[in-house]
C-alpha cells in the first residue's frame, strides 16, 4: 500500500495504462490504493480511514487542491486524503472504466452525462442520506441541487458554478459609444445584433463585433435560446427538447450576422483555436467572446484591455428564467469502506471557508451564497465581478433543466461537425436541420 501522506498520487497510472490501453495513460480514476484493488482503506491497526479524491485540472487548480487537503489533515487528524488527478479530455472513458472494474474514487468529480448511468447503476451513495446529517446542505439553492439528481434521488452535489455570458473589450465599447449590459437587464438578440453591426460599422473592415457559438462547441448559448422560447436541449425522456423551428430560427440568426459582417468568419475565427489566447477578442478581431462565465480571470489576463462579464442576449429581465447554471459536481462511491469519512471530506470542500478561500473561482464560484460571500473581499476585480454574475444567477427563479442523457456527448460531437459545415457554407441550414432531427436524434434516442 502506498503511503498515505495526502501527496498527489500518479501511483499506478502506468498499470492502469497497460490494462486498458495507452489512451488511458495518466488516469488517477484508475488507480487503487492496494493490493485488493478496493477504493479505500481503513487504515489498519487504529491509523487513519484513507479516502481517495480525484479530480480534473491545471497545475495551479492541483496546487490548490493540495494546499486545501493539507489543510483538512490538520483539523481531521483521523482522515487522509489521497489526491488523484487527471485530464478532462479522457474523463469520461476513466470513469466508465473504473465503474467496470468497482474501483472509483471514494470522493470524485463526474462528468455531468455519465451521472444517470452511474446513479442508476448502484456506484453512487444516495446523498440525501447524508444532507443534514454530515453534510450541511442549508446553502443551497433548489434549483443548484437539481443538478446533481437522478429519477429524484440526490447522487452528486454542486461545488462550482459556472454559466454563459458575454465578455466584451471595454474600450472598444467606450470608443464606439456602447453601454455595457448589466444583471438584472441584459441585450435581446435583436440588440445584440444591432450593436455588433454598429461595431462593424465603426472599426472598419478587418474588425467585427462579435464571434459565434454555434460551430465552437458551446451548445449552452443554444440551449439559452431555445428556453427562451419555452423549450429546452433536451427533454426529460432523453429525446430532443426543441422544434425544428426553433433550431432553424438559430442557425438563421448566425448566418444574417455572418452576412453582415457583424460576426467573426469561421474562416478567420478558426485559424487558432477559437478559445483562450485563440479566441477572436484576445487576437484583436471582435468586440465580444461568447464563453463560459468563470473565465474571466483568466481572459483578462491574457488582455491588454479590461475586459466586463455581460449576460447572455435575452437572460435579463423576464427571461432571468431561462438562465441555465451548469455546476461541477462531485458524488461519493458507493463501493467506498470509509463513507463517513468521504461524508466529512465533502462537508469540508463545500462549506469550510479556508478551502474556499484556497480554491477561489479555480473551479467556479461557490456553490453557497455563505462562502461567495466569505471570499468576495478577498478577490481581484475580475473575480469579484464573476462571483457577483453568478450570485445573481443563483438566486434568480430559474426554470429546471433536464439532464442531459448518456448519450448526450456523441450527440453534441455530430451536432459541432454538422455546425461546422454550416458555418463553412458545405451544407444548408435545411440540410444542418435535418442531420439534427435525422441520424443525429438517433443517435440520441439510440
Known amino acids: 500500500m502506498a503511503a498515505h501522506d495526502g501527496a498527489l498520487s500518479r501511483r499506478t497510472f502506468l498499470q492502469a495504462s497497460a490494462a ?12 487503487g490504493c492496494g493490493d485488493d484493488g478496493g477504493s479505500s482503506s481503513s ?10 479524491f480525484a479530480f480534473w485540472g491545471s497545475d495551479d487548480r492541483v496546487k490548490r487542491f493540495q494546499e486545501a487537503v ?18 478532462i479530455d479522457a474523463i469520461e472513458t476513466k470513469t466508465t472504466v473504473a465503474m467496470a472494474g468497482g474501483n472509483l474514487p471514494d470522493v470524485f468529480w463526474i ?13 453512487l451513495v444516495d446523498l440525501s442520506t447524508v444532507i443534514g446529517n454530515g453534510i450541511d446542505g442549508d446553502g443551497f439553492e433548489d434549483s443548484l441541487l437539481l443538478s446533481g439528481q437522478v429519477d429524484g434521488v440526490q447522487y452528486a452535489l454542486p461545488h462550482g458554478l459556472q454559466s454563459i455570458g458575454l465578455f466584451a473589450n471595454q474600450r472598444v465599447l467606450d470608443e464606439v459609444g456602447i453601454e455595457a449590459r448589466k444583471y438584472p437587464e441584459s441585450f435581446s438578440w435583436d440588440e445584440y445584433a444591432d450593436v455588433c453591426r454598429q461595431i462593424r460599422e465603426a472599426k472598419g473592415d478587418l474588425f467585427y463585433g462579435t464571434d459565434e457559438p454555434t460551430y465552437a462547441g458551446a451548445p449552452h448559448f443554444f440551449r439559452a435560446w431555445a428556453r427562451q422560447r419555452g423549450e429546452n436541449l433536451y427533454d426529460d425522456g432523453g429525446d430532443l427538447g426543441f422544434t425544428e423551428d426553433t433550431l432553424r430560427s438559430w442557425l438563421e440568426y448566425w448566418q444574417e450576422m455572418r452576412d ?17 489566447e485563440g479566441a477572436p477578442m484576445i487576437r484583436g478581431l471582435s468586440a465580444f467572446h461568447m464563453r463560459n462565465s468563470n473565465q474571466l480571470l483568466e481572459l483578462q489576463g491574457l488582455s491588454e484591455d479590461d475586459l466586463t462579464l455581460m449576460p447572455c442576449p435575452g437572460n435579463g429581465g423576464d427571461g432571468a428564467s431561462s438562465i441555465g447554471i451548469d455546476p461541477n459536481i462531485l458524488g461519493i462511491s458507493a463501493d467506498s469502506s470509509n463513507v463517513d469519512a468521504a461524508v466529512e471530506f465533502v462537508n469540508f470542500l463545500l462549506n469550510d471557508p479556508k478551502r474556499a478561500e484556497v480554491i477561489g473561482t479555480t473551479i467556479g464560484a461557490p456553490a453557497t451564497q455563505a462562502m461567495r460571500e466569505h471570499i468576495l473581499p478577498t478577490l481581484s476585480e475580475p473575480e469579484a465581478e464573476f462571483i457577483e454574475y453568478i450570485d445573481f444567477e443563483a438566486t434568480a427563479p430559474i426554470d429546471p433543466i433536464p439532464p442531459a442523457p448518456d448519450t448526450a456527448g456523441a450527440f ?21 436541420v435535418e442531420q439534427v432531427f435525422g441520424d443525429l436524434r438517433q443517435t440520441l434516442t439510440g
Not at 486498458?20 to 488507480?31: N, P, Q
Not at 489543510?71 to 485530464?87: D, K, L, M, Q
Not at 462528468?111 to 456506484?123: C, F, K, S, Y
Open 20 to 31: 486498458v490501453g495507452a489512451g488511458l495513460a495518466g488516469s488517477g480514476l484508475l488507480a
Open 43 to 52: 487504515g489498519g491497526g487504529g491509523g487513519p480511514a484513507t479516502i481517495r
Open 70 to 87: 493539507d489543510h483538512f489533515h490538520t483539523e481531521h487528524s483521523s482522515i487522509r486524503v489521497e489526491p488523484e488527478f487527471g485530464a
Open 111 to 123: 462528468v455531468g452525462p455519465l451521472l444517470p448511468q452511474l446513479g442508476r447503476d448502484g456506484h
Open 260 to 276: 453582415s459582417g457583424a460576426a467573426v468568419p469561421p474562416q478567420l475565427a478558426l485559424e487558432q483555436n477559437p478559445f483562450f
Open 412 to 432: 453534441q460531437d455530430g451536432v459541432n461537425l454538422a455546425m461546422e459545415e454550416l458555418a463553412y457554407g458545405r451544407i444548408s441550414i435545411d440540410d444542418a
